[in-house]
């Protein structure tokens, strides 16, 4: 079995334990179960007419490996790493190792998503929003593996987010 393929519970947080916090903190979701996906081709291809934003999520380091940014994009916004730099706050910016990702945010390549930001409890990574997502209603994102959606109100994201000690930073990206 590969990294990729992993099973849930060789994960730090099981997608039953995120969905039970949701629930903890009164955030509505509805799970939709689906053959697991990589990319947002194989999602789009996959989830037919499920209306709402999907998201997108980059893992992303500064070259000296000090600073981590979780980048959470509508799925078909294309992303400059060199612009988006400044904004962030970051130098040279690379995406994240999947050692980097799994011992950061507990998930595997395939599964990133704000909903990983439960298994930082240092808080060493810092979440971007683009401020688009917050007027697409519902947001669609997995629940730490790529064999499900979750979706929910962009207002119960942030409540998660913040519930898991994090303060997103906003930007039109």
């Not at 439960?118 to 669609?140: E, F, G, T, W, Y």
Request: proline share 8%; with cysteine.
């Amino acid at each position: 079995m590969s990294d990729a393929t992993a099973p849930a519970a060789a994960l730090p947080t099981s997608p039953e334990a995120v969905i039970q916090r949701l629930a903890d903190l009164g955030i509505e979701t509805e799970v939709h179960r689906h053959a697991p996906v990589f990319t947002v081709e194989e999602s789009q291809a996959l989830r037919g007419d499920l209306a709402g934003g999907h998201i997108k999520n980059l893992f992303l380091r500064n070259k000296k490996g000090d600073q981590m940014w979780l980048v959470v994009v509508e799925e078909t916004r294309r992303m400059d790493l060199k612009a988006l730099a400044p904004k962030i706050g970051g130098d040279k910016l690379s995406f994240g190792s999947p050692d980097r990702l799994m011992t950061y945010l507990g998930v595997l390549p395939g599964s990133v998503t704000p909903l990983a930001l439960i298994n930082d409890k240092a808080r060493m990574v810092q979440p971007v929003l683009d401020r688009a997502l917050l007027s697409m209603d519902p947001l669609h994102c997995h629940p730490l593996t790529n064999d499900m959606t979750l979706s929910l109100a962009p207002a119960g994201l942030l409540k998660f987010i913040e519930a898991c000690g994090h303060k997103p930073i906003f930007l039109d990206l």
